[in-house]
């Protein structure tokens, strides 16, 4: 039951809720929109629906928070990653960089 | 090598003022991580850094010191293996349309409203903080090596590279709605995995 304070306030979002894309959609349009700009009329249904909807508001900027670690991650993630180069490996580089320098110290 | 630094009114052609094989000391093992994140397959990734790091002995003269050279490097790393797709591209069709096919519809009602419960739920530690956490990377490391291989390198293109759309569907030979689909999937993808590998009910909160 539905106390009489709220009753206009569950209105409401049951009115918002109608008329703005369903989450699922809301999920794919904000993968479109981190590639390219909607239409005003589809950017501004998906603003009034995260005023009622918690979850398609946390999607949204954990995928921008996913986006943000995706771009930073060559500079600042991969320090702290896994992997290494082996040591034979290393050698081979560092041999071969070697031979490059003496083959070809004019060339550019 | 063991020439005195160059005069910088005279600078010298060769690699005297570079030292290549302190970069494979320094950042070798970085390259190699993130060179090994993008192709998966470690012979791949161990000529590409190599091919790198010659390749930045014959640029060494334009790199001013304006980035730092773990920058310049990287950049030149990330040419190489776009490089690379481009010429797998050729070949392979890049196109996966299986994977995830259901996007979670098991997380939402018969409305297609968020089923409340398996809705996304609120991470802890917050964004810039979790990224401060080695945890974090291992984790987007591991959830990045989940992906199906031909998403993974969409998927990386797009968010590392911040390559166009469209070049990205003219390089490896998809069309454009196909390439929405798989970005769609691997964004919910990966951060499905975050949620339940790092965040959600106990990786976060227990660090």
Not at chain 1, 47 to 57: L, Q
Not at chain 2, 86 to 110: A, C, P
């Amino acid at each position: 039951v539905i106390e009489p304070t709220n009753w206009w306030k569950t209105k409401l979002v049951m009115f918002i809720a109608k008329h703005t894309p369903k989450c699922h959609d809301i999920t794919r349009l904000i993968s479109q929109s981190m590639d390219g700009q909607l239409p005003l009329r589809t950017r501004l249904a998906m603003r009034v629906h995260y005023i009622i909807c918690v979850w398609c508001t946390r999607y949204r900027d954990q995928l921008a928070l996913t986006r943000k670690a995706m771009h930073v991650c060559p500079d600042e993630g991969v320090e702290k990653m896994e992997g290494e180069l082996e040591a034979t490996a290393k050698a081979r580089m560092k041999e071969r960089l070697k031979r490059k320098a003496q083959e070809s110290p004019e060339h550019s | 090598m063991n020439e005195p630094p160059a005069i910088p009114s005279a600078p010298s052609p060769t690699v005297s003022h570079a030292d290549p094989e302190r970069w494979v000391d320094e950042h070798g093992d970085c390259l190699y991580r993130y060179a090994l994140t993008r192709v998966r397959k470690e012979e791949i990734a161990e000529d590409l850094v190599q091919e790198t790091l010659l390749a930045a002995v014959r640029q060494v003269d334009k790199f001013g010191g304006r980035s730092s050279e773990r920058s310049w490097l990287c950049g030149i790393l990330k040419n190489k293996i776009c490089d690379h797709f481009r010429k797998l591209g050729r070949e392979v069709n890049f196109t996966d349309l299986e994977f995830f096919s259901d996007e979670h519809s098991d997380r939402f009602d018969g409305d297609d409203y968020w089923i409340h419960e398996r809705g996304p739920t609120e991470w802890k530690p917050e964004g810039l903080e979790a990224m401060k956490r080695s945890e974090f990377w291992k984790a987007l490391q591991a959830a990045l090596a989940r992906l199906p291989e031909r998403i993974a390198v969409v998927f990386m293109m797009r968010e590392m590279d911040d390559m166009p759309s469209k070049e990205i569907c003219a390089a490896l030979n998809i069309s454009e709605a196909n390439l929405w689909v798989m970005l769609h999937r691997a964004r919910m993808a990966l951060r499905d995995d975050l949620e339940t590998h790092y965040f959600g009910t106990k990786g976060g909160t227990t660090l």
